[in-house]
């Protein structure tokens, strides 16, 4: 039942893919956690990255702060995610070391507003590293003379 329920979700025919990952036309079950996330990376083979923010009360300031989950998801030849689609990734059994979700549909592309702030964070990522390197270096080079 839900191989037939993956098949209509996708509506591929079986000739379309030869992955015996996919979960539409392979043998992989699916089960578990479901979430619809935005690919954020696209560069290992058959592998996606996506993420996806979500609120996290803070009791202390008794705020909320947005925490980003980020997770590696296999990318069947069938569906083909690129960076910026919005996908649903469901959980299966481990595929590899870092991968227990694979895409089982493309829901639609990225607004703009969410590239932007992908692209934000990504960035801001980026230079904390460097900026932390620079920190150290510098200290290094304050403790020389």
Known sequence: MAKEK??????????ACSDKHCPIHGAVKIRG???TAIVVSDKMAKTVVVSWSRRFYVPKFERFEIRRSRISAHNP???????????????????????HFTVTEKVG???????????????????????KKHEIDHKAKSDDE
Do not use: H, W, Y
């Open 77 to 99: 030849e069938c569906i083909a995610a690129k960076k910026g689609d919005v996908v649903k990734i469901v959980e299966t059994r481990p595929l590899s070391k870092t991968k």
């Open 33 to 35: 956690r479901s979430f």
């Open 6 to 15: 993956t098949e209509k979700m996708a509506g591929a025919d079986k000739s």
């Open 109 to 131: 592309a990225a607004t703009k507003k969410q590239n932007v702030k992908f692209e934000a964070i990504e960035e801001s990522d980026a230079t904390e590293g460097k900026g």
